[in-house]
């Protein structure tokens, strides 16, 4: 072998909601990508500047009242600073009133949304404290977990994951064609893998956007650079092999031909459907302890399905990652 073969693992560290700290472990694939990556998060670990950041997908429809009064300290503390009274007056940003946890609702996201939007705007031409800056990415981070929990239905399988990163941002390095060895788009439960790390949608995204202006317009943008990103993913694993190539082709065959003539559908290198495979969660005494079956946790949907909502969906922060070579 010309590869180094040795097992290699990254734990990621989260905190839940009452504060315990939960470590999730994954052995890393041997693969093209594998030491690229692990070298990615060493050097943006030496960055002075650096901080952790994390983008969760882990609450639903049950979580709504707990996600109101979080929302509600974060526009508070929002509505104290000096920046909102010069920017909205006495306005300042609405708060979700009422006893229920239906207040919260798109109209109302989007009204947050365009006043984050505004304050992107003012940022760019004054300058703002750091706890203001970090209260305000709060806000956008909060309408994201709110917008996908009220589209997630507390009796099905929770779609939860999260993407995990070493800010500041940055453009990364280059993927090399050998790497598309490992686009995968099966999407088991447990599964890691790169970010997408690319401003902009690829063809998969959309397909789910059904974002045909997107084509018609030339902006699709498929996923060229990789950096210290990674999705942890435990939405429930595709019930048959191809789903994604399937849907993709049943959605293609109905597009109009002005469409489908700026699909490379015959070259699958263009298209790069997927994402980039890294590795997967190792089964240990974290999971065991919840149960102790090890062959179910990888095919046990209830199994699955329980954990996420009983513990997945409690993680709040994302407080350290750690490479075991």
């Not at 060493?42 to 996600?67: H, I, W």
């Not at 800010?167 to 788009?185: C, R």
């Not at 939405?235 to 699909?263: A, C, G």
Request: aromatic share 14%.
């Amino acid at each position: 072998m010309d590869y180094d073969s040795k097992l290699k693992c990254a734990i990621f560290y989260f905190r839940l909601r009452d504060g315990t700290i939960l470590p999730l472990k994954y052995e890393l694939q041997p693969n093209s990508l594998r030491e690229k990556w692990i070298n990615a998060v060493k050097m943006k670990e030496r960055d002075v500047d650096s901080f952790l950041y994390a983008s969760f997908s882990n609450k639903n429809q049950d979580d709504l009242e707990y996600l109101k009064n979080l929302g509600n300290s974060i526009i508070s503390d929002i509505n104290a600073f000096d920046e909102v009274k010069e920017l909205y007056g006495d306005e300042r940003l609405p708060l979700l009133e009422g006893n229920d946890e239906q207040v919260i609702d798109q109209k109302l996201m989007n009204e947050l949304h365009e006043k984050f939007e505004e304050y992107g705007e003012y940022v760019s031409k004054n300058e703002v404290s750091q706890e203001n800056n970090d209260r305000w990415m709060d806000l956008n981070e909060w309408i994201h977990i709110t917008e996908m929990a009220m589209s997630i239905s507390p009796t099905g399988f929770p779609p939860y994951s999260c993407l995990c990163s070493i800010h500041p941002a940055y453009i990364g390095e280059p993927l090399d064609e050998v790497d598309k060895l490992f686009l995968d788009n099966e999407f088991p439960w447990g599964g890691l893998y790169l970010g997408y790390n690319t401003l902009g949608k690829d063809y998969s995204h959309a397909m789910y956007d059904n974002d045909t202006r997107l084509i018609l317009n030339d902006q699709v943008k498929v996923q060229t650079h990789y950096s210290t990103e990674v999705w942890l993913n435990f939405s429930e694993t595709t019930w048959m092999y191809r789903d994604m190539e399937r849907t993709f082709y049943h959605w293609y065959k109905n597009l109009s031909q002005d469409v489908q003539e700026k699909i490379p559908i015959h070259d699958r290198n263009k298209l790069a459907l997927g994402r980039y495979h890294l590795g997967r969660i190792i089964i240990d005494e974290i999971f065991l302890n919840f149960h102790d079956d090890i062959d179910a946790w990888r095919t046990d949907r209830e199994l699955q399905c329980k954990w996420n909502n009983e513990v997945f969906s409690k993680v709040e922060e994302f407080i350290g990652i750690e490479i075991i070579e």
